[in-house]
Structure formats: structure tokens, C-alpha cells
């Protein structure tokens, strides 16, 4: 894939309770470890909590958020997406909807096998991902073959 991207990666992933936070580090450091820059939201983009406090618009706060995180998966050659939950997260189902917009290469990782239908995952989430995995030594060879 030869673009101008800023990003190599962008890392979609729900990121409030600590097993997620724990999981998504132990992810980030993986992909980071092989050479590719990954912008993770959390890290790199506007973290809306924290500014919720010093202005008193929440419209304000989400317009700047999505701004930021849109133009990073634009910016982005390729999607990693975490759908780990009972549910995926609403905010990653946007990210992939969004990406998918933009003909991004999306890579879903699912480890959990609680999902919203008995027969997986909703096909509207599923349909625009290029390639579903399911540990971590597929996320590596997968990385190789598919940001290079």
C-alpha cells in the first residue's frame, strides 16, 4: 500500500474499563514493536474527559474529537479494530463504518466469543472488514502482510 499516510495504523478499540485498557496496550505495544506508527485515541487524539472540565460545552468537545479522529483514520492506511464485548463498541462500529467510507483496509480482532447474534457478529460490521483475527500471532503476520 504506497500513500502518504501519516499513520500507518489506526487502532479503533474500546478503551473505559481496565481489561480493555490493559488488553489494548498489550496490542499497541505489539504492533508499535514492529515498526508502524499507530494512532491510538486515547494517546494521541483528544482525550474528551480531561476537557470536559475547562469548557461547558459538551458540543464543542465532540465536534473537536470527531474532527481529530476522522481526519487520523483518513490519515490512516489501514484500520485495526478491536470487537471484543458482548457487543462491539459503538464508537468503534462508527470508526469502521467511517473508514469504510474511505475504502480504508479494516483488520478486526475478536477473541470473545459472546456476540450480539447467535451466528456472530452484526454482517453491518463485519461486511467492510478485510481480514478477521483471532490472537496475537495472527495479528503480527497479518500486520505484515497487509501494512506493507
Known amino acids: 500500500m504506497k500513500n502518504n499516510c501519516k499513520y500507518d495504523i489506526y487502532f479503533a478499540a474500546p478503551f473505559f474499563c481496565q481489561g480493555e485498557k490493559e488488553l489494548n496496550l498489550k496490542l499497541l505495544t505489539q504492533i508499535e ?3 508502524y506508527k ?3 485515541p486515547p494517546r494521541d487524539g483528544l482525550v474528551a474527559k480531561e476537557k470536559i472540565t475547562s469548557t461547558s460545552s459538551w458540543d464543542f468537545i465532540s465536534n473537536k474529537t470527531w474532527v481529530c479522529d476522522t481526519k487520523a483514520i483518513i ?3 489501514l484500520i485495526f479494530a478491536v470487537l471484543d464485548g458482548r457487543s462491539i463498541d459503538e ?3 462508527v470508526e469502521i463504518g467511517f473508514a469504510a467510507a474511505y475504502q480504508k483496509t479494516i483488520i478486526g480482532y475478536s477473541t470473545d466469543d459472546r456476540t450480539q447474534f447467535p451466528w456472530g457478529h452484526n454482517p453491518m460490521v463485519l461486511a467492510p472488514i478485510a481480514k478477521l483475527i ?3 500471532k495472527m495479528l503480527i503476520n497479518t500486520m505484515a502482510e497487509l501494512v506493507d
Open 33 to 35: 514493536n514492529l515498526g
Open 38 to 40: 499507530v494512532f491510538y
Open 75 to 77: 490519515n490512516s492506511k
Open 91 to 93: 464508537g468503534v462500529c
Open 134 to 136: 483471532n490472537s496475537t
